[in-house]
Nanobody
Protein backbone atom coordinates (compact mmCIF):
# COMPACT_ATOMS: atom_id res chain seq x y z
CA UNK A 1 0.00 0.00 0.00
CA UNK A 2 0.96 3.62 -0.40
CA UNK A 3 0.15 6.66 1.72
CA UNK A 4 0.43 9.88 -0.21
CA UNK A 5 1.28 12.89 1.92
CA UNK A 6 -0.25 16.13 0.67
CA UNK A 7 0.53 19.67 1.73
CA UNK A 8 -0.59 23.11 0.66
CA UNK A 9 -4.04 24.30 -0.21
CA UNK A 10 -6.10 26.90 1.60
CA UNK A 11 -8.03 30.06 0.90
CA UNK A 12 -6.88 32.67 -1.59
CA UNK A 13 -8.41 35.57 -3.48
CA UNK A 14 -8.96 35.38 -7.22
CA UNK A 15 -5.74 36.09 -9.05
CA UNK A 16 -3.65 34.72 -6.24
CA UNK A 17 -1.35 31.71 -6.06
CA UNK A 18 -1.05 28.49 -4.10
CA UNK A 19 1.35 25.58 -4.16
CA UNK A 20 0.44 21.96 -3.53
CA UNK A 21 2.92 19.19 -2.85
CA UNK A 22 2.60 15.42 -2.68
CA UNK A 23 5.11 12.84 -1.52
CA UNK A 24 5.11 9.09 -1.92
CA UNK A 25 6.84 6.90 0.62
CA UNK A 26 6.13 3.22 -0.02
CA UNK A 27 6.54 2.97 -3.76
CA UNK A 28 9.93 2.12 -5.14
CA UNK A 29 11.24 4.58 -7.68
CA UNK A 30 11.18 2.16 -10.59
CA UNK A 31 7.49 1.45 -9.98
CA UNK A 32 6.32 5.07 -10.18
CA UNK A 33 4.61 5.55 -13.54
CA UNK A 34 2.69 8.79 -13.02
CA UNK A 35 2.04 11.25 -10.20
CA UNK A 36 -0.10 14.31 -10.12
CA UNK A 37 -3.34 15.93 -9.15
CA UNK A 38 -7.04 15.57 -9.74
CA UNK A 39 -9.80 17.73 -8.28
CA UNK A 40 -13.45 17.45 -7.41
CA UNK A 41 -15.79 20.39 -7.00
CA UNK A 42 -19.15 20.07 -5.23
CA UNK A 43 -21.65 18.07 -7.26
CA UNK A 44 -19.11 17.46 -10.02
CA UNK A 45 -17.06 14.47 -11.05
CA UNK A 46 -13.41 14.17 -10.22
CA UNK A 47 -11.28 15.54 -13.06
CA UNK A 48 -7.67 15.63 -14.10
CA UNK A 49 -5.73 18.77 -13.22
CA UNK A 50 -2.15 17.86 -14.04
CA UNK A 51 0.02 14.75 -13.97
CA UNK A 52 3.63 14.06 -14.77
CA UNK A 53 5.28 10.83 -15.84
CA UNK A 54 8.42 9.37 -14.33
CA UNK A 55 10.22 10.59 -17.42
CA UNK A 56 9.02 14.13 -16.75
CA UNK A 57 6.29 14.53 -19.37
CA UNK A 58 3.44 16.68 -18.06
CA UNK A 59 -0.21 16.58 -19.03
CA UNK A 60 -2.59 19.39 -18.12
CA UNK A 61 -6.31 19.96 -18.25
CA UNK A 62 -7.14 22.62 -20.82
CA UNK A 63 -8.71 24.74 -18.09
CA UNK A 64 -5.40 25.14 -16.23
CA UNK A 65 -2.88 25.36 -19.08
CA UNK A 66 -0.77 28.47 -18.79
CA UNK A 67 -1.74 28.98 -15.14
CA UNK A 68 -0.66 25.79 -13.36
CA UNK A 69 2.73 24.12 -13.48
CA UNK A 70 3.49 20.62 -12.26
CA UNK A 71 7.05 19.70 -11.37
CA UNK A 72 9.06 16.94 -9.78
CA UNK A 73 10.86 18.19 -6.68
CA UNK A 74 12.57 14.83 -6.51
CA UNK A 75 11.82 11.32 -7.68
CA UNK A 76 8.99 10.75 -5.21
CA UNK A 77 7.61 14.26 -4.75
CA UNK A 78 5.63 16.43 -7.10
CA UNK A 79 4.42 19.98 -6.70
CA UNK A 80 1.69 21.95 -8.40
CA UNK A 81 2.19 25.69 -8.64
CA UNK A 82 -1.17 27.33 -9.19
CA UNK A 83 -1.16 30.94 -10.39
CA UNK A 84 -3.91 33.28 -11.52
CA UNK A 85 -6.43 31.26 -9.54
CA UNK A 86 -10.10 31.61 -10.37
CA UNK A 87 -13.22 30.91 -8.29
CA UNK A 88 -13.92 27.95 -10.58
CA UNK A 89 -10.68 26.36 -9.38
CA UNK A 90 -12.32 25.85 -5.99
CA UNK A 91 -12.34 22.13 -5.24
CA UNK A 92 -10.80 19.38 -3.20
CA UNK A 93 -7.49 18.49 -4.81
CA UNK A 94 -6.36 14.87 -4.64
CA UNK A 95 -2.85 13.61 -5.16
CA UNK A 96 -2.64 10.61 -7.48
CA UNK A 97 -0.03 7.94 -8.06
CA UNK A 98 -0.07 5.19 -10.66
CA UNK A 99 2.38 2.37 -10.30
CA UNK A 100 3.89 0.74 -13.34
CA UNK A 101 2.88 -2.58 -11.77
CA UNK A 102 -0.76 -1.49 -11.91
CA UNK A 103 -2.19 -0.21 -8.62
CA UNK A 104 -3.22 3.39 -8.27
CA UNK A 105 -3.49 5.41 -5.08
CA UNK A 106 -5.17 8.59 -3.95
CA UNK A 107 -4.36 11.07 -1.24
CA UNK A 108 -6.95 12.18 1.29
CA UNK A 109 -7.45 15.50 -0.48
CA UNK A 110 -6.75 19.11 0.34
CA UNK A 111 -9.22 21.96 0.02
CA UNK A 112 -8.51 24.87 -2.31
CA UNK A 113 -10.93 27.77 -2.09
CA UNK A 114 -10.69 30.80 -4.35
CA UNK A 115 -12.81 33.77 -3.39
CA UNK A 116 -14.02 36.32 -5.91
Amino acid sequence: QEQLRESGGGLVQAGGSLRLSCSASRTILSDINTMGWYRQAPEKQRELVAVITRGGTPNYADSVKGRFTISKDHAKKVSLQMNSLKPEDTAIYYCYLLRTSGPEFWGQGTQVTVSS
